[in-house]
């Protein structure tokens, strides 16, 4: 068998593939080269898992020096020495060049092989294969190359793919939310973008559970001091700065190598910030998303909402909601002025995104449940929302703390509110709104589309409606005056700007021309309700 001995005068090239596209040991013993020698599993059947490199032929005892990891030693052990204390010294020589597997064939030296052998590859962990049969050990490492060559081969056209993927998307200035869905496509696994603080910036779960985001910060903060092989993670930076991290959860082997994949991903988003360094910020933007989505009820159920929700830093412990509409204030500046108060504000976009100023912008506040938002509170609020220009507040209803489900669901609704009232017309002289004291207004806004009320408020004003434009309006306001204030008179002349027997004039005219009593409650209601519908519409 002196034909199968290799010259120790040079290692063996072999090409670098990533572990995840060879071959295993139980995959090269399916191969016809070694399964016709009858392959018998003598040592650490348990480790048949492992990748093979490359396959050495070699009957030396000195090979291990010729040896770079990984690879599949076949042998005949013709030249091995005899004594068993040499023989474990061989072994565990072996074992530390990084051998995955020995295959011994027999009947070339050995007829069996010795048992010290055996106890000295399962001590060292070493796979240890007897063949029963003579196979061609030149058609072994033709097969296994040809399989090594032909994973590197698709590896590579892989790679050229996935490149050239990211690179479109990096030029075409793609967004890091589109990027990461990509990512999550291409790897078949949660993908998420997360902040150097470690919040969620973009998450694509690919359809696994949403329990994968409970607890991410502090978990990914431990998994950045305790090694976590269920986790792919690369740095998004460029130029000496960097934005965050992308991290690819378990997930299938890919052909470029999930690593590759991810690292392509991450430099698509770096080019993103370097084209637009004035950009929004990441964490604001990830924020900004959640929000809106939360708010136009795009999740996809309560439990993934709220653990979102969570893993962005709301709904802990301890802390009570509030849904709020703010205008005027960017959401860098209202974010600022929450832990200005002790709180932690979430944003989203403006309802007017052409002129964000003018918008009016969902918030999501969390604050102390110790902590009540009125009085002082809401002053220092508002000092450090006032950088410059007009700014206008609503204050939709609070929500304790409870379960976090119900929780979010109150906390949706309070915003709604929130939005509806601001969305509803006249802002009060302060400049800030409670949806508790405008009840009706705030039902007003949330039903404006609907036909029966437009119908209710053209049949109780169209005799005012009708008259010329100047008589309407005083009117109008006169009686928007009363039925905001039905039992102080004097209270309703003043917010009608008018003396006491000009507004009584006007009364007068309003009953005659209405055919009604302005004194019946029943009355004032349903034109409380009519002016309400009309100023939400003209408005």
């Not at 930076?237 to 965050?244: C, D, E, I, N």
Request: glycine share 8%.
């Amino acid at each position: 068998m002196s034909d199968r001995r290799e010259s120790e005068t040079h290692r063996t090239d072999r090409p670098v593939v990533e572990d995840s596209g060879l071959p295993t040991l139980a995959e090269a013993l399916e191969m016809p080269g070694l399964a016709q020698g009858m392959p018998e599993v003598l040592a650490c059947e348990e480790a048949l898992g492992s990748r093979v490199r490359w396959v050495h032929v070699s009957d030396s005892p000195g090979v291990g020096r010729l040896l770079d990891g990984g690879e599949l030693l076949l042998t005949t052990a013709s030249a091995w020495p005899e004594h068993p204390d040499d023989l474990r010294a061989l072994v565990a020589d072996f074992a530390a060049a990084g051998l995955v597997g020995i295959v011994i064939e027999l009947g070339a030296h050995y007829r069996y092989v010795p048992a010290v052998v055996v106890d000295a590859a399962r001590s060292a962990g070493l796979v240890l294969i007897a063949l029963h049969r003579e196979v061609k050990f030149v058609a072994v490492t033709e097969q296994v190359h040809r399989r090594i060559i032909d994973d590197q081969t698709a590896a590579l056209r892989a790679r050229d793919e996935v490149r050239s993927l990211f690179t479109e998307l990096a030029l075409r200035g793609a967004p890091a939310d589109y990027v990461v869905e990509r990512l999550a496509r291409t790897l078949r696994a949660p993908v998420i973008l997360e902040s150097l603080a470690h919040e969620v910036v973009v998450a694509d779960l690919a359809g696994v559970d949403h329990v994968v985001l409970e607890g991410w910060q502090e978990r990914s903060r431990l998994s950045g001091r305790v090694p976590d092989d269920s986790r792919t993670v690369v740095p998004v930076q460029a130029r000496g700065t960097r934005w965050g991290s992308l991290v690819a959860l378990a997930g299938p082997a890919h052909p470029a190598g999930r690593l590759a994949v991810l690292e392509q991903g991450a430099t698509a988003l770096a080019l993103g910030r370097l084209a637009d360094p004035a950009g929004e910020d990441w964490v604001h933007l990830g924020r900004r998303r959640l929000v809106d989505d939360l708010v136009a009820d795009r999740y996809g159920s309560l439990p993934e909402a709220a653990v979102r929700l969570s893993a962005a830093g709301l709904l802990s412990e301890g802390m009570a909601m509030l849904g709020l509409a703010v205008s005027g204030a960017g959401a860098a500046t209202i974010e600022a002025a929450a832990a200005e108060v002790g709180a932690r504000a979430l944003c989203g976009t403006p309802r007017r995104a052409d002129e964000p100023a003018e918008g009016w912008m969902p918030v999501l506040l969390a604050l102390p449940s110790t902590t009540t938002f009125a009085g002082a509170t809401v002053d220092r609020f508002l000092a450090a929302l006032r950088t410059g220009g007009r700014v206008r507040l609503v204050v939709g209803p609070r929500v304790d703390p409870a379960a976090p489900e119900d929780m979010l669901v109150r906390t949706l609704d309070s915003a709604h509110e929130a939005l509806d009232l601001a969305e509803s017309g006249e802002m009060g002289e302060s400049g800030v709104m409670w949806v508790r004291r405008h009840p009706l207004r705030r039902f007003v806004a949330a039903l404006r589309g609907d036909h029966r009320l437009l119908a209710h408020a053209e049949s109780m004003l169209a005799p005012v409606l009708d008259l010329p434009a100047a008589r309407r309006d005083d009117l109008l306001d006169a009686l928007a005056a009363v039925v905001a204030h039905p039992g102080n008179r004097t209270a309703a002349a003043t917010a009608a700007h008018v003396s006491r027997s000009v507004f009584y004039q006007r009364l007068d005219a309003l009953e005659e021309i209405l055919g009604v009593r302005l004194d019946d409650g029943e009355v004032l209601a349903a034109l409380h309700l009519a002016v309400a519908v009309h100023r939400a519409h003209a408005s």
